[in-house]
């Protein structure tokens, strides 16, 4: 495993904004601190006083934690009385539950949500304030969508027995109407999610952009003397030279800056700050990549120079690799949790896009056909989340000893991928060949990162000592 030194000894000067004499950013947790965290949450209703066989072991997971976190990518009202509609513009798939479903979550022991994603703005700004009511009445803290940037960017916070708990929430992958901005004179601030934009180039061989470049100059309405570039617009598309075909990706900087000073402010006013980043990245494709986009490794590092304690990715429904930087753990994906796709109402352009009309065929059929087929793109659909890869994937538990992170213990997790429609998407701890083989697989997507994962009676682990420099 990497080994990185960091600055954390307990008797160190604090000043206010959070450093020590040192110049470091403190971990100020009691002993025994422990984070849960797992992935998206697509669940349709409640599940506690259902028939889910060895969900009871899930659940003691869950609320034996001071922390207990996961991405909520549904939202949560009553079709009966809800005022608002579904959004001409959504995340690939409308999400929606039942009311019960947020005081359910909280007896699992969810105590923390994020928020921003795709699907934040599925059911528009009325579908997003009613989650929010929902959470905020069942105790859950949540951050990733507000009234304005100022609020969807801003850190929440969770009191626990150890610890002072910040959470920040923001997505590289969203709807372009549910970004959320700040007011600018008379002009108010618009509701929405807090955002990461990133710039796409498309990598290809110094040939091949030689070739485009000719393609480029041939094209009607092209005004020549822009010399030898070193990339190349296409139709829209920036195509740059790079060792391999591929995706690259370039952060917004002023969303850059707004999320790095809200991860300042956040641990500044908790002992322990969680960031979590929902994104797609590397753009979808017919294999989902189990690797993260090129910009999130020093992203990330970033983030936890600047102050976060823990980094959680989710967003590409399975499961990438786990870095420790600084005695943090980066976690680039955690995949599914839930996966109840028990989806209804579907909006009346979801029909539409895959082929089905509402008066003939059910929600049901439409859900299938959008696994089946994955994402619709102006090229055909895209990204299929029906292979059992995505019904695959880990609860992470983190405990911290002495300010510093001395285990991280990995459950595998099967969401039913074989079940009846009706009955799959809930999540049971595996054993034997299943546990080995997704264990084994994170180990291997984690190797990368000089991180070396431990398997030990089906369950995942990286320990490391806390008076050790790491």
């Given at each position: 495993?990497?080994?990185?030194?960091?600055e954390n000894?307990s008797?160190?000067?604090?000043?206010?904004?959070?450093?020590d004499?040192a110049g470091?950013?403190?971990t100020n947790?009691?002993?025994?601190?422990?984070?849960v965290?797992?992935?998206?949450?697509?669940?349709?209703r409640?599940?506690?006083?259902?028939?889910?066989p060895?969900f009871?072991?899930?659940?003691?997971?869950l609320r034996d934690?001071?922390?207990?976190?996961?991405?909520m990518e549904?939202l949560?009202?009553?079709?009966?009385?809800?005022?608002g509609?579904p959004?001409?513009?959504?995340?690939g798939?409308?999400h929606?539950?039942?009311?019960?479903?947020?005081?359910?979550?909280k007896?699992?022991?969810?105590?923390?949500?994020?928020?921003?994603?795709?699907?934040?703005?599925?059911?528009g700004?009325?579908?997003?304030?009613e989650?929010?009511?929902i959470?905020d009445e069942s105790?859950?803290?949540?951050?990733?969508a507000?009234?304005?940037?100022a609020?969807?960017?801003?850190?929440?916070f969770?009191?626990?027995?150890?610890?002072r708990?910040?959470?920040?929430?923001?997505t590289?992958?969203f709807?372009?109407?549910?970004r959320?901005?700040?007011p600018?004179?008379?002009?108010?601030?618009?509701?929405?999610l807090?955002?990461?934009r990133?710039?796409e180039?498309?990598?290809?061989p110094?040939?091949?952009?030689?070739?485009?470049r000719?393609?480029r100059d041939?094209?009607p309405?092209?005004?020549?003397g822009?010399?030898?570039?070193a990339?190349?617009?296409v139709?829209?598309a920036?195509?740059?030279?790079g060792?391999?075909?591929?995706?690259s990706?370039?952060?917004n900087s002023?969303d850059?800056?707004?999320?790095?000073?809200?991860?300042?402010?956040?641990?500044?006013f908790?002992?322990?700050?969680?960031?979590t980043?929902?994104g797609?990245?590397?753009?979808?494709?017919?294999?989902?990549s189990?690797e993260?986009?090129?910009?999130?490794?020093?992203?990330a590092?970033?983030?936890?120079?600047?102050g976060a304690?823990?980094?959680?990715g989710?967003g590409?429904h399975?499961?990438r690799?786990?870095?420790?930087?600084?005695?943090r753990?980066?976690l680039y994906?955690?995949g599914?949790?839930?996966?109840?796709?028990?989806r209804?109402?579907?909006?009346?352009d979801?029909?539409?896009?895959?082929?089905?009309?509402?008066?003939s065929?059910?929600?049901?059929?439409?859900?299938v056909d959008?696994?089946?087929?994955g994402?619709?793109t102006?090229e055909?659909?895209?990204?299929?989340?029906?292979?059992?890869?995505?019904y695959?994937?880990?609860?992470?538990v983190?405990?911290?000893?002495q300010?510093?992170?001395?285990?991280?213990?990995?459950y595998?997790?099967?969401l039913?991928?074989s079940k009846?429609f009706?009955?799959?998407g809930?999540?049971?701890?595996v054993?034997?060949?299943?546990a080995?083989?997704?264990l084994?697989?994170?180990?291997k997507?984690s190797?990368p990162?000089?991180?070396?994962i431990?398997?030990?009676?089906?369950i995942g682990?990286l320990?490391?000592e806390?008076s050790?420099?790491?």
């Open positions: 495993m990497e080994r990185n030194s960091i000894d008797h160190s000067a604090h000043r206010a904004d959070g450093y004499t470091s950013i403190q947790v009691a002993d025994g601190f422990t984070m965290a797992v992935g998206d949450l697509i669940v349709s409640p599940l506690t006083n259902g028939n889910h060895s009871d072991d899930i659940v003691k997971i934690a001071n922390v207990t976190f996961g991405n549904t949560i009202f009553d079709i009966r009385s809800f005022k509609s959004q001409a513009e959504y995340g798939a409308y929606v539950s039942l009311p019960e479903l947020g005081p359910d979550l007896a699992m022991g969810f105590n923390l949500m994020s928020r921003a994603n795709n699907h934040t703005l599925d059911w700004l009325e579908g997003m304030r989650t929010s009511r959470l105790g859950i803290i949540h951050a990733g507000g009234e304005n940037l609020q969807a960017g801003a850190a929440r969770l009191e626990t027995a150890r610890g708990v910040a959470l920040l929430s923001f590289s992958t709807m372009p109407m549910s959320a901005c700040d600018a004179g008379e002009a108010p601030g618009r509701p929405g807090n955002p990461l990133l710039s180039s498309i990598l290809v110094p040939e091949m952009l030689k070739n485009l000719q393609v041939a094209l309405g092209y005004q020549s822009h010399g030898d570039s990339c190349v617009v139709a829209g920036t195509f740059k030279a060792d391999k075909a591929g995706y990706y370039e952060p002023g850059l800056r707004d999320i790095l000073r809200n991860v300042r402010r956040g641990k500044q908790s002992d322990f700050c969680i960031v980043n929902h797609h990245e590397p753009h979808w494709s017919h294999e989902v189990q993260p986009p090129d910009y999130e490794q020093a992203f590092r970033r983030l936890i120079d600047t304690d823990a980094y959680v989710h590409p399975l499961l690799g786990i870095e420790i930087y600084k005695g753990p980066i994906s955690l599914n949790f839930f996966y109840d796709d028990l209804t109402p579907v909006g009346a979801m029909f539409a896009v895959y082929g089905k009309d509402p008066r065929d059910t929600d049901a059929e439409v859900t959008e696994e089946t087929k994402y619709p102006a055909g659909f895209v990204g299929a989340l029906a292979a059992p890869i995505f695959e994937s880990i609860i992470a983190s405990r911290f000893e300010n510093q992170l001395v285990e991280l213990r990995l595998p997790i099967e039913g991928y009846r009706a009955n799959r809930i999540p049971r701890l054993t034997g060949p299943q080995k083989a997704i084994e697989r994170l180990q997507l190797e990162f000089g991180t070396r431990a398997i030990e009676n089906d682990f320990r490391l806390p050790s420099s790491l």
